[in-house]
């Protein structure tokens, strides 16, 4: 049976008969094709319904299992309810709103703003005061776009900013900034001109240095450790003779030519060391504070003041010995380096007088010794082999107390020289 001819194909040799016999053949046929089609058109519907059954079937399958994974998902926070953040800080440029400061790449930065631009309208009102554009901000939502209108330079432009958070509940949402991982760009300030250099040579000289008088003599009394007169050489003790070139016997002398001198300028300085002249130079300096900054201020609380030690009343000593040669008073024993060693006296020699008094003891010369005070330059006159000297020996002292002086003479690390 050819279902898609509707016609039944034999091998059976042609009827020749007409009649009933042919007419329940014919029918018996058409009822076979017919039985034949519709179990096919059964068979076809029961194929298709079941393959749309399968395919709503896995339709409806899946769709529950994205409705499920959808209600299991963990919902997060509504990010629009953040705080808003636009990363860029303006100031009131008189009546303008200038951009000084921005968070690179933040909200503001992607929008094309940059700093120096001036704010002019947010959300097409205009901003004239730092206060209404924290007010924009604060009523602005993450994500949500914010239209702005600027001026670059004269020009003027619109751009929108999409504000984002810097609240860490919201550090795994793409609105969330953090700024510990984006660099603040600051608005680049025109450069100041420096200011003219102070003029220091007129600025109030300081010596570091204080002086008394010694009877005619100006002696150092005191000075500032690294001080412009320390930095001379001169030392407490020391006498000053002249300044510039000029005597000097008084303290107000010395003030006078402090006054005038000028800072960083030399003065040339005249003094006496330990009984020998020398030549100084100091450079004024200033402690005046405005001039910190530069080489010539001393600050007086960074360095130590020095005292002369007071050794006046320390026990005088000449470092020699005398001997009654019969009215002469001669020199039989010597400390070598000592205050007599260094004036010149030697072994041998007559000693006559003493601050322009004549001495015939031993006695005498211990009298004037005791009278002299550490420190001081004793005149004296001797004869060496006949001829007539005059000396000065400046007293010094062996009182441990004052070891620390350059008036102390330790009698250890000296030999003794005795007349042969």
Same mark, same amino acid.
Do not use: C
């Given at each position: ?32 094709v ?18 749309? &059954? ?8 899946? #769709?529950?299992?994205? /409705? !499920?994974?959808? *209600? $299991? ?29 921005m968070?690179?790449?933040?909200p ?13 309208n ?47 509940t919201?550090?795994? &949402? ?8 984006? #660099?603040k760009?600051? /608005? !680049?300030?025109? *450069? $100041? ?109 960074t ?8 050794? $006046? ?25 000592g ?82």
């Amino acid at each position: 049976v050819d279902i898609a001819s509707r016609s039944v194909k034999t091998s059976h040799a042609p009827i020749a008969n007409h009649g009933v016999a042919d007419d329940r053949l014919n029918a018996a046929m058409t009822e076979a094709v017919q039985k034949a089609e519709t179990q096919h058109r059964v068979q076809l519907m029961q194929s298709h319904i079941q393959h749309n &059954f399968d395919l709503q079937t896995w339709h409806n399958a899946r #769709q529950m299992q994205i /409705l !499920a994974n959808e *209600a $299991t998902k963990p919902k997060g926070p509504d990010v629009t309810k953040a705080r808003p953040f636009w990363g860029m800080s303006v100031t009131d440029n008189g009546n303008d709103m200038k951009v000084t400061s921005m968070w690179e790449d933040g909200p503001a930065w992607r929008a094309g703003i940059r700093p120096g631009d001036i704010v002019t309208n947010v959300y097409g009102r205009p901003v004239r005061a730092e206060d209404e554009i924290t007010d924009e901000q604060l009523k602005s939502k993450v994500g949500t776009p914010v239209p702005v209108n600027a001026t670059r330079n004269g020009a003027a432009f619109n751009t929108e900013i999409f504000p984002r958070t810097t609240d860490p509940t919201y550090e795994a &949402f793409p609105e969330y900034y953090h700024t510990g991982s984006h #660099q603040k760009v600051e /608005l !680049a300030q025109p *450069a $100041t001109p420096a200011p003219p250099p102070l003029d220091v040579s007129k600025a109030r000289p300081f010596w570091g240095m204080g002086l008394a008088d010694n009877g005619n003599d100006m002696k150092v009394t005191s000075m500032w450790k690294e001080g412009p007169a320390w930095k001379a050489g001169i030392r407490p003790g020391d006498i000053i003779t002249h300044v510039n070139g000029q005597a000097v016997r008084t303290d107000q002398e010395i003030k006078e030519h402090q006054a005038n001198s000028a800072v960083g300028t030399s003065v040339p300085v005249q003094t006496v060391s330990a009984g020998a002249a020398q030549h100084r130079d100091i450079y004024p300096m200033t402690t005046a504070p405005d001039f910190s900054e530069t080489p010539v201020f001393y600050d007086v609380k960074t360095h130590n003041k020095v005292e002369l030690p007071e050794v $006046t009343t320390a026990r005088p000593f000449w470092g020699m010995a005398v001997t009654d040669n019969g009215g002469d008073m001669k020199v039989t024993a010597l400390w070598e380096e000592g205050p007599a060693w260094k004036a010149g006296i030697r072994n041998g020699y007559i000693i006559t007088e003493v601050n322009g008094q004549r001495v015939r003891s031993e006695d005498e010369i211990k009298v004037q010794l005791l009278n002299s005070k550490v420190g001081d330059n004793v005149p004296v006159k001797a004869a060496a082999d006949g001829v007539a000297v005059t000396l000065n020996i400046l007293t010094l002292t062996t009182d441990p107390t004052h070891s620390h002086t350059d008036y102390f003479y330790s009698t250890n690390e000296h030999e003794k020289k005795e007349l042969s």
